[in-house]
């Protein structure tokens, strides 16, 4: 079978704060039924298309992920499903294709999604998943390797599992170090699986800035009866094992900065974010903030701020730099 997958791992476009551990690891925080906290598996579409002289819309309603109550450990795990994209013409159903199921910690690209067309749609093969998979949380350091816990059933398909480790560098995204895992067989009870994590040639000792860990319930064209179910996932640098976190993660770019400064955050729960000088004074705030926001420092006075941003019952400080 054809991989879709061979180049998912490559260049991803966004970065986060410093983080050592993988939010909801466990997999027991849900926002809904199909919305894992942290993780990434669900994207909405209507492509239209023109095909054999008509107009079709190609309808994605992409929910990947399912809270399994058949857990490894403690009360949830994710099952990871085959979705559908359907091509309707007047409100019918013309035909139905089979995508991977996906989780992962970035965030679908449904602009590039969006630009799909029926014969890529109808060839998972030809496409180059590296556009529409971005992102991914803060990680300085790079793991030994990463390990969850999994169960699998198929009949012709292949788990995949992959890891990528990145940094921005004088304008682009590059891979600093990578790790994959395939597996083509039944699994019936919960297994361990290990990922290791290796450099690419040339980058030894060069810190990355951002981390995705990628399950995909298939490397091709999905049977809509295979079904992945990921629990328990942790990163290991090094001698230490990183447990279960659900840290508030946020991008702060550019840093140091003289025009503007953008907070991106990880999840999609609102937050609050203040701007702090040397002296204490509060000299911007936001409350109740949903996604990116840009803060204008072209008039601060030049020098060290601390922003604290507060999501829920966490609380993350950095320090920004105004030159």
Request: glycine share 8%.
């Amino acid at each position: 079978m054809k991989k879709i997958f061979t180049t998912l791992f490559a260049v991803l476009a966004m970065t986060f704060a410093f983080a050592q551990v993988v939010p909801n690891g466990g997999l027991e925080e849900w926002t809904d039924t199909h919305t894992p906290v942290g993780w990434n598996a669900t994207f909405n579409a209507s492509v239209p298309v023109d095909y054999m002289g008509f107009t079709l819309d190609v309808i994605i309603n992409y929910q990947a992920a399912t809270r399994n109550a058949t857990a490894h450990s403690g009360s949830y795990a994710a099952q990871i499903t085959t979705q559908a994209a359907n091509a309707t013409m007047a409100g019918q159903t013309i035909y139905s294709i089979n995508l991977p199921g996906i989780m992962h910690l970035g965030q679908f690209n449904v602009a590039a999604i969006s630009t799909l067309d029926v014969g890529d749609v109808s060839d998972p093969a030809s496409i180059d998943w590296t556009q529409y998979l971005i992102g991914g949380i803060a990680c300085t350091q790079v793991p030994s390797k990463v390990t969850a816990w999994v169960a699998y059933t198929t009949t012709e398909d292949t788990l995949t599992a992959g890891v990528v480790l990145t940094r921005w560098n004088n304008g682009q995204r590059e891979v600093v170090a990578e790790g994959r895992y395939e597996y083509d067989q039944n699994i019936e009870d919960y297994t361990q699986i290990e990922i290791p994590v290796t450099y690419k040639d040339g980058m030894e000792g060069v810190t990355p800035d951002t981390l995705n860990i990628i399950f995909a319930n298939s490397g091709g064209a999905t049977n809509e009866n295979t079904v992945l179910a990921v629990d328990d996932v942790e990163i290991e640098m090094g001698d230490n094992i990183y447990e279960v976190s659900s840290l508030p993660l946020f991008s702060v770019r550019p840093n140091p900065a003289t025009e503007t400064v953008v907070l991106t955050p990880f999840t999609n729960e609102s937050y609050s974010a203040r701007m702090y000088d040397t002296n204490g004074k509060l000299v911007w705030n936001a409350d109740n903030v949903n996604g990116e926001t840009q803060l204008n420092v072209s008039e601060f006075t030049k020098g060290v701020y601390f922003l604290q941003m507060k999501q829920g019952s966490n609380v993350k400080s950095e320090k920004v730099i105004v030159k």
